[in-house]
């Protein structure tokens, strides 16, 4: 496309100067002045083969776009572009001393080969320059597409398969492009073409790439996640969206946003800034009416009302949102509820498939946890305003087994002499497994007594407080024995979130295995400590484990000793009698010989505190190892009506420490303790 063509419809952003590629000079072109016609200008008119903003992806007869970021100046690699063969660089920074001299001679010599030289377009916003000309470069590919874009701390990712799945299910063919990957594609064998994910949202170029690919690959419309990081990154600036999705907003980022002020304000630039401008006729948000900062969105976008030129629709669980849910249900198999719709019946023109005078239609899913509902109402409420009837709402929740990494059941097929245990075929009864005990696995990593049974075992990507305070009160809620939980907070990363992680665990879990999750430059013990400082706030026992077969069985011993020490009236039992006192100081003692483990605490309390009727054991270990930490957990969870939570990494594969990225899973890692 014509670099002319690229620059066009620039009222969002100014050229301040242009350095033509067969010229020395430095002529100043004010683009918000009417009078100037940027097509007068020879210079421009050349042909760009391809946009990047990374010096190591460009080839000859590419743009440049440069800019300076948190980490990286990519300004500093004008000239390994322009060696690359880049006819046209983009920036917001001044061109001068020795690069603009470099520059001129580059084109001069360019010139006396024949060869094309290198353009400099300086612009006063590179960011919304770079989206505008990514944009254009594709022909505005989000015209024509059914648009949704979903931004919140939480509940993204699984809003986003939810809405893709309908959307399939009612014949609106949808790529997806978030988390855990990009699907550009679709075909009923295997559900499309998926590309694994490099960021949430994709920069600008790539965004519309794929936009682009949907579009030839014949999809009918797009769902994708809306990071706060690419709001602030103008990513998704000059999108053309039908529909913005707001979940909820906890904390996370605060090592970006610096304070949640900060990050609301980058959520509700979607919103204002990206909705608002959309081309498409008609336009919603959809904002969660039970989150604090989705009631001020309501507010605050209700007051600009002449200026957004939307609609808000909301959802929750009372009947002050538009569309809300009763009669939630939920237990291991899943989740089933009446989802009412008849606040939104006067707010989009829609004709709903329901008997006269019903207006509700009961919804059934797979996916657990009662968090979830909130995802299936915001993905039900954008499928009603982008005209999906009730019957293919349900149908498409229904459809949707499983989300990789998001309170996903892994599924354990193990034959004994007994018959087989899946922790997929759990009922709604405390984890009771319809398959027979295990009594013959216990070899290689597996850990397992005669006569244990296999426990319901998920594995979630939850890394902030609120996050995991969400999915371990629901797996309390199913889980009739030990609900036990692994997890560690990531270095690098927002400090204040690690204690109070640690409270929830403390509180929630019978136990807690804290451990190491992507440290970074970060020490894996400091990180440890800040988590325990927050779970000793819960009155939890400190029990040390290295990991060890030998600590494992001790552990275990320890456990059975809380287990049997419950009075027949399930009150409060001393620590006294509990514990074995040869163990009381023994965390104290740092036996690593390679500091990887940290002196325990002493226990916080005089009693045990017990939730109802189902808390058992109270107390929490230290295994940085994250391999032997998944191992620990696993081994004590001795009946099928336990519950493991393996918490931080979800859908990753991976494993950060120091400059180094290594393959980690922990599906893998509880798949191999089982030794499948």
Known sequence: ????????????????????????????????????????????????????????????????????GNNIDSNKYIRDAAEKGAYCILTDEQIGGALESYINEYNKNAM??????????????????????????????????????????????TTSYLLNSILNTAGFFSGLIGTIDYKIAFNDKDNGIDIPSVNTTPDSYMLNDMLNSMILNNLKSCVMEVSSHSIIQRRTYEIDFDIAIFTNLTRDHLDYHKDMESYYQAKKLLFTEVLSESLKNKKYAVINNDDEYGVRLISELSEQKSVNNFNVITYGLTEKADVFAKDIKS??????????????INKINYNFKTPAGVQFFIVKSSLMGSFNVYNMLAAATSAFALSVDNENISKGISALTSVPGRVEKIRININSNNGNSNSDSNNGDGNKSNGSSVNSHKNGNCNIDNNEAIPLVCVDYAHTDDALNRVLSALRDITSNNLICVFGCGGDRDKGKRPMMGRHAGRLADITVITSDNPRSENPMSIIKEIENGIKEENVFFISCDGSIGDINRLKNEIRKFNTGKDNNNSKYNSKDTINSKYDNKHNTDKDKDNRSIQGTEYAGDDINIIGNDRHAHIYTIVPDREKAIKTALSVACSEKDTVLISGKGHEDYMIIGADKIHFSDKEEVLKFYNL
């Not at 460009?58 to 300076?68: D, H, N, Q, T």
């Not at 006396?112 to 505008?132: E, F, H, M, Q, T």
């Not at 237990?331 to 939104?344: A, I, P």
């Open 1 to 68: 496309m014509k670099l002319n063509k690229l620059m066009q419809n620039t009222d969002d952003f100014k050229i301040i100067s242009f350095i033509g590629n067969n010229s020395d000079k430095n002529i100043c072109l004010d683009a918000g002045n009417a009078n100037v016609n940027i097509d007068a200008y020879k210079d421009l008119d050349i042909d760009i083969k391809g946009i990047s903003n990374d010096s190591r992806n460009i080839s000859e007869g590419y743009l440049f776009a440069a800019r300076k």
């Open 112 to 157: 006396n080969r024949g060869k094309s030289g290198i353009s400099v377009i300086i612009v006063d916003d590179a960011l919304k320059a770079y989206a505008v000309i990514s944009r254009n470069f594709f022909n505005r590919p989000a015209m024509k597409l059914k648009m949704a874009g979903i931004t919140g701390t939480n509940g993204k990712t």
């Open 331 to 344: 237990t291991t198999k899943g989740l089933e509820f009446k989802l009412y719709y008849n606040n939104l």
